[in-house]
Every structure is written in C-alpha cells, then in structure tokens.
C-alpha cells in the first residue's frame, strides 16, 4: 500500500499554467504505474494521464493532449503533472492515482488515491 497527498493546485487565469505534485510514502514507489484523474462539479471522474515505472510510457485524455505532461521521479517518490494553456474546462478537482497493476486509463486499475487538490481556472 502507498499513501499519496497531492499539492499544487489553486486558481489561475485561462492561458496560465501551474504544476500538480503527487507526494507518495510507504511501498515501493518505482513498482507502481501512476495516474491523473480529474472530476468537475457534476460530472464523472475522467482520466488526464499516466505514466509507466519508469517513465518510459505516457498516455493523455485527447482533451489535454499537446497541454499538459505526466512526469515522476522516483528517487524523490513524486509524480507530477504540469499543465499548461489552462482553460476554464480545465476546472477540477484533481487526483492523483498509483496502480500495483498494469499501465492504462481505467480507474478500475488503480488501487490507491490521494485526496485530490483543487484546480480552478478563470475566464
């Protein structure tokens, strides 16, 4: 098991960017595949992004494709998630994810969730 508290989140203007971190503790950080989700007001929990073990690996939401980028480093047992060109659709919560299992977009697979930060972003 690993635990996972997410920072980074706040209120920005469209077209500003901030960067999400996703600090884990317990477990063995490099065996997990990591993920982003996001949830708005209303609406179901979707995928943003993923990253394999090693980083070797992503995949994105078509919706934040070409904006935002998954990255980890596993000596400092982090991922994180920079988002740039933010729009207000972009407004959520935001969770980070670890998987003890295969590398994809299916919340299904993933086996442990941070408490999500808030992600705000203005017209």
């Known amino acids: 098991q690993v635990q996972l508290v997410e920072s980074g989140g706040g209120l920005v203007q469209a077209g500003g960017s901030l960067r999400l971190s996703c600090a884990a503790s317990?477990?063995?950080?490099?065996?997990?595949?990591m993920g982003w989700f996001r949830q708005a007001p209303g609406k179901e929990r979707e995928f943003v992004a993923t990253i394999t073990w090693r980083g070797g690996s992503t995949a994105y939401a078509d919706s934040v494709k070409g904006r935002f980028t998954i990255s980890r480093d596993n000596a400092k047992k982090t991922a994180y998630l920079r988002m740039n060109s933010l729009k207000p659709e972009d407004t959520a919560v935001y969770y980070c994810?670890?998987?003890?299992?295969?590398?994809?977009?299916?919340?299904?697979?993933?086996?442990?969730w941070g408490q999500g930060t808030q992600v705000t972003v203005a017209s």
């Open positions: 994810a670890a998987s003890n299992s295969y590398y994809g977009s299916n919340s299904a697979m993933y086996d442990n």
């Open positions: 317990g477990g063995t950080f490099s065996s997990y595949v």
